[in-house]
């Protein structure tokens, strides 16, 4: 009898990229068998970045880091995350905690899409100690008072971020 493939999606708005989300990507592989990282377009959260640019940056950096043994796939959506997920085959959500105020939240999302598909299991990954306190949004204003994000996101990003706010400057 052979086993279905387990398929988990690391869902977010990943404006920008950081060094945290890939520590999750990396961990995430090691307990499914294909991960895929949902970038979603989220317009509502006023993002740096456009869709396009945010899908765009995940797959640079994805597919630096892909000298994983699994498949590793990024792709959009713009619908109900457990929507996603069903289409997508999807059976585990993965979710990186930091703190304890990350847990409140992510723990009543777990709860909701529990409600709306009981078949798929949210698991939380506990961020490692070097990148607890890294959030997209604390990047972005560190990056704005013109500060060193680079031990945050991969170099790539932090020239990506800066030319994102020079841009937006005129």
Do not use: W
């Not at 409600?115 to 798929?120: F, G, I, K």
């Not at 949210?122 to 031990?151: C, Y």
């Amino acid at each position: 009898m052979k086993l279905k493939e387990l398929v988990g999606v690391y869902p977010g708005t990943f404006d920008p990229i950081t060094n945290g989300h890939l520590d999750i990507v990396s961990r995430a592989v090691k307990v499914v068998d294909r991960l895929i990282i949902g970038v979603a377009e989220n317009a509502g959260k006023n993002p740096l970045f456009n869709h396009t640019q945010r899908l765009e940056m995940c797959k640079e950096e994805i597919n630096t880091l892909l000298k994983l043994d699994i498949p590793v796939e990024v792709v959009s959506f713009n619908n109900l995350l457990m929507d996603f997920v069903s289409q997508v085959n999807a059976h585990v959500i993965i979710r990186g905690l930091r703190a304890l105020s990350d847990f409140e939240y992510e723990f009543q999302m777990a709860g909701m899409n529990a409600r709306l598909n009981s078949d798929v299991e949210t698991l939380f990954l506990m961020a490692s100690e070097s990148n607890q306190f890294i959030s997209s949004r604390l990047v972005k204003e560190v990056a704005r008072f013109e500060g060193d994000i680079s031990q945050f996101v991969p170099s790539r990003i932090s020239e990506n971020v800066k030319n994102q706010l020079n841009k937006n400057k005129v």
